[in-house]
């Protein structure tokens, strides 16, 4: 064994290894040991960047013995002492299958994601973020932080200025590549405010590209919008608003036979209405360009670059599926368990399997890892609710008794006594004595809509109420009463700046008040659930949903289990192999984990945030302690109290269910004992 030499040319070897190996091997060590002092003890060491004296050589060499513990091992030992991942950096693949239910997963509906599961690590405790929709979903996986610090509240919000993308609308649906540029022009160029993990990727010199879903796909890199550093690929590539191709890119498409406009979803993309059944085709084509842009271009050409990367793929399917479904027109059965469903799901299951095949026939199967997550769960659409007024009115496009979409706009402003119209339709007057309703849930209410005293953003399977004039405080209990009386509530939680309202719980406790620039919404509404008489009352849900979707289409927004329940996985070198991780997982913690796996030291305005999930890594700790919890308002004059239940770990904190007891699927044990 050599524990100390000269090689020559000034230069020192010490365990068999030269002063510049361990310039690597100690800087390797202090970035993954959490000590900060690799500079110093560097210097104190005489290993200093260039060549080393002569006459320091011998002194070097006894005090490297020293810190070394005096001979123990070669450089080989201390090498293996390293956590894996500082040996050789790997590369990641994030895989969203968006909508994708824990428990549907098995080896008949997707048998690459079950695979996965159970050769790597299964999270068998995962969350989605409440409310549980894409967008802010989305920038939990991409920043690491809860919505409360990255301001997307819902797909619809209310953005407090007239959105030039959405002809002026204060009220769109934000899964768009062209309003997220015109929020980010608003908000200080960055309407996140955070950093996300692929533009600190990108950054930090690793190739990067994010490829599917139109909206998810562009909050990736939200700061990027040239195409010419993180390659971007969704529904608006090659068109009208959408992020540009950077020439290089453009010219290997066309090499390999492949459109510069992504394909549209064809026959996937009818949702059909009252009386036509929706689609009865999964979302095939679409994903299959996906999937040949990331396998025939992207992953041969970031092999070829020698650089580590990190691919986001988001697959559309199940959701855009599960919306659209034709399979259950006006029935709660099957509802989002049809066969077009379970084609959606299997669609998504083969993009993952083709990815991973080709990983390995590039060999690259061996240094990458592979996360896949889902944003929420979901759950069937009903209609039904005994208490409405706005039910009992007559609509031409609307089963008589059913919810019209706006039902919770139309509610309050006939509770209010005041006007409502319609942001969508370029503030119209509505009046559903007439037979009218707001075109997709969304309300301006007041006599004024461009000073409105009340704003309904229509998100499914819960709303956001905003409250955004002088009088807030004054108006918050009034429409909390509203609220309270109708049979589709199911839990309400408050701006904490309104105050305490019984019956409700503070925005706080759900990680919605932080440093988020967007306005934060006055309330949130969580609509019904109830199981429609399955083993397992999660996966055959049904909730009532404020949107353009017909009952027995799909839906999710709520926070009952069936929504928050999330698909979560991962395999690869960096996790463990076989393992089930009992612990909480979430959302926010993908971005933590993938950040710490890359070496990413990603800066941070908020402190919303979600965990490294070490139990899960090769080289990680033990599980941590979990703390179940309840949180429960006080009653209001109903009798109604809002319950949260939900899990600890350290300081972050995962949301099981929420609602009014009785009235959420999720909530049973602890509506037993209320």
Not at 19 to 44: M, N, P, T
Not at 472 to 500: I, R
Request: charged share 20%; proline share 6%; aromatic share 6%.
């Amino acid at each position: 064994m050599i524990f100390g030499g000269d090689l020559g040319n000034g230069r020192v070897a010490i365990f068999g290894c030269s002063i510049r190996d361990w310039e690597g091997i100690v800087g390797a060590f202090f970035r993954f040991s959490g000590i900060k002092a690799e500079k110093e003890i560097l210097i104190s060491l005489g290993v200093a960047r260039g060549d080393v004296p002569t006459r320091h050589k011998g002194r070097i060499a006894v005090r490297f013995l020293g810190v070394l513990l005096a001979g123990s091992v070669c450089a080989v030992a201390l090498l293996a002492a390293v956590p894996a991942q500082a040996q050789t950096p790997h590369n990641v693949i994030l895989f969203v299958a968006d909508g994708l239910r824990r428990d549907i997963v098995n080896a008949k509906t997707a048998p690459t994601f079950a695979l996965v599961r159970d050769r790597g690590v299964n999270f068998a405790n995962s969350h989605a973020l409440v409310p549980t929709l894409t967008m802010p979903n989305a920038a939990a996986i991409a920043s690491g932080h809860y919505m409360g610090d990255t301001g997307p509240y819902g797909n619809t919000i209310y953005t407090g200025f007239p959105v030039p993308s959405a002809g002026g609308n204060v009220t769109p649906m934000i899964e768009n590549d062209a309003m997220i540029g015109d929020l980010d022009d608003h908000f200080s160029g960055n309407y996140l405010n955070e950093e996300t993990l692929l533009a600190a990727a990108r950054k930090a010199g690793y190739s990067t590209a994010a490829i599917g879903k139109v909206g998810p796909i562009a909050v990736q890199d939200v700061t990027e919008r040239t195409g010419e550093q993180t390659i971007i690929v969704d529904d608006s590539t090659g068109r009208n608003g959408g992020i540009p191709l950077g020439p290089a890119f453009a010219a290997a498409l066309q090499e390999a036979g492949l459109q510069l406009q992504a394909p549209t979803r064809g026959h996937n993309g009818k949702a059909g209405d009252a009386k036509t059944p929706g689609t009865k085709v999964a979302n095939i084509d679409q994903q299959r360009y996906f999937v040949d842009v990331t396998t025939k271009i992207i992953l041969p050409r970031f092999k070829a670059a020698g650089k580590p990367f990190v691919l986001v793929f988001w697959s559309r399917d199940p959701d855009g599926t599960q919306h659209y479904q034709g399979d259950s027109l006006g029935q709660l059965v099957p509802g989002i368990n049809g066969p077009t469903s379970m084609a959606s799901i299997k669609n998504a299951d083969d993009n993952l399997a083709a990815i991973l095949e080709t990983l390995r026939l590039l060999g690259l199967d061996g240094t990458t890892d592979i996360f896949i997550a889902a944003d929420h769960g979901f759950s069937t659409i009903s209609k039904e609710s005994k208490t409405s007024p706005s039910a009992r009115a007559s609509y031409g496009d609307v089963p008589s008794g059913q919810l019209p979409p706006g039902f919770v706009a139309i509610d309050l402003a006939q509770a209010l006594d005041l006007l409502l119209y319609d942001p969508d339709a370029k503030a119209a007057l509505v009046d559903p004595k007439a037979g009218q309703h707001p075109n997709r849930a969304n309300g301006l209410i007041g006599h004024d809509p461009s000073a409105p005293d009340v704003i309904v953003a229509g998100n499914g399977g819960s709303d956001l109420v905003y409250l955004p004039q002088t009088n807030a405080k004054d108006l918050a209990p009034k429409v909390v009463e509203a609220l309270l009386a109708q049979d589709y509530v199911s839990g309400l939680f408050v701006d904490n700046s309104l105050g305490f309202i019984p019956g409700t719980l503070p925005l706080s406790t759900i990680n919605l008040k932080g440093s988020a620039l967007t306005p934060v919404p006055a309330i949130v509404v969580n609509f019904r659930s109830f199981g429609t008489g399955c083993a397992k009352p999660a996966l055959c849900t049904a909730v009532v949903a404020d949107q353009i979707f017909q009952q027995g289409q799909g839906t999710h927004g709520s926070f009952s289990r069936a929504d928050t329940a999330n698909f979560m996985a991962a395999i690869g070198p960096d996790f463990r192999a076989r393992y089930i991780d009992r612990l909480p997982a979430s959302n926010a913690d993908v971005g933590k984990t993938l950040a710490y796996v890359l070496r990413l030291e990603i800066p941070r305005k908020g402190e919303l945030v979600g965990r490294v999930l070490d139990e899960s890594l090769k080289n990680g700790g033990k599980p941590a302690k979990v703390k179940s919890q309840t949180q429960i308002s006080k009653p209001a004059d109903n009798g109604l109290k809002t319950v949260l239940k939900l899990q600890v770990v350290g300081k972050t904190t995962y949301f099981d269910a929420a609602g009014f007891a009785g009235r959420s699927v999720g909530l049973d044990t602890v509506a037993k004992g209320q």
